[in-house]
């Protein structure tokens, strides 16, 4: 957040608030998708699976914060968030309807309804909010150095 501003930041704040229930514990999707991982019988401490799963599983996880720590990548961050945001809706049905199919109950597709729901607004603010004013609200990035900008090494 701190490498936003304006409309650009407001939709990014926007988005988050839902992220972690609008201040309502019980909505977090962190808390929500909890119980779905005990719904359907699998463990849900923190990180439970980081060594069980290949390394591409965290791989979007992994770009995210790689975009987010360096400030050139600013761009990048807003076009995966908002990429991610404005298309996750469809997956998010497939996931409930095929956990309503195979019997589970709505304590495990609620993470899911809700992502649904949440992602047909998220979709708009991402779009036109976030990515749509982020080249005209976010300060350009420092430029890199050159390569022939540095001075060669002196010989000894």
């Given at each position: 957040m701190p490498r936003l501003t304006g409309r650009a930041k407001a939709a990014l704040i926007e988005i988050q608030a839902d992220e972690y229930?609008?201040?309502?514990?019980?909505?977090?999707?962190s808390v929500l998708f909890a119980?779905?991982?005990?719904?359907?019988?699998?463990?849900?401490?923190?990180?439970?699976?980081?060594?069980?799963?290949?390394?591409?599983?965290?791989?979007?996880?992994?770009t995210m914060s790689l975009f987010g720590l360096n400030r050139r990548l600013v761009g990048a961050?807003?076009?995966?968030?908002?990429?991610?945001e404005m298309t996750s809706a469809i997956s998010n049905r497939l996931y409930a309807d095929g956990f309503q199919r195979l019997g589970f109950d709505?304590?495990?597709?609620?993470?899911?309804?809700?992502?649904?729901?949440?992602?047909?607004?998220?979709?708009?603010?991402?779009?036109r909010d976030l990515a749509g004013s982020s080249?005209?609200?976010?300060?350009?990035?420092?430029?890199s150095p050159s390569?022939?900008?540095r001075s060669a090494p002196t010989p000894a």
């Amino acid at each position: 957040m701190p490498r936003l501003t304006g409309r650009a930041k407001a939709a990014l704040i926007e988005i988050q608030a839902d992220e972690y229930g609008g201040g309502r514990v019980e909505r977090m999707y962190s808390v929500l998708f909890a119980a779905t991982m005990r719904g359907v019988g699998l463990d849900d401490r923190y990180g439970a699976y980081v060594g069980a799963v290949p390394a591409i599983t965290l791989a979007s996880f992994n770009t995210m914060s790689l975009f987010g720590l360096n400030r050139r990548l600013v761009g990048a961050l807003v076009g995966h968030l908002a990429a991610f945001e404005m298309t996750s809706a469809i997956s998010n049905r497939l996931y409930a309807d095929g956990f309503q199919r195979l019997g589970f109950d709505d304590a495990v597709t609620e993470y899911f309804d809700e992502q649904v729901e949440a992602d047909a607004v998220h979709e708009q603010i991402a779009g036109r909010d976030l990515a749509g004013s982020s080249p005209t609200t976010t300060p350009s990035p420092s430029p890199s150095p050159s390569p022939t900008s540095r001075s060669a090494p002196t010989p000894a």
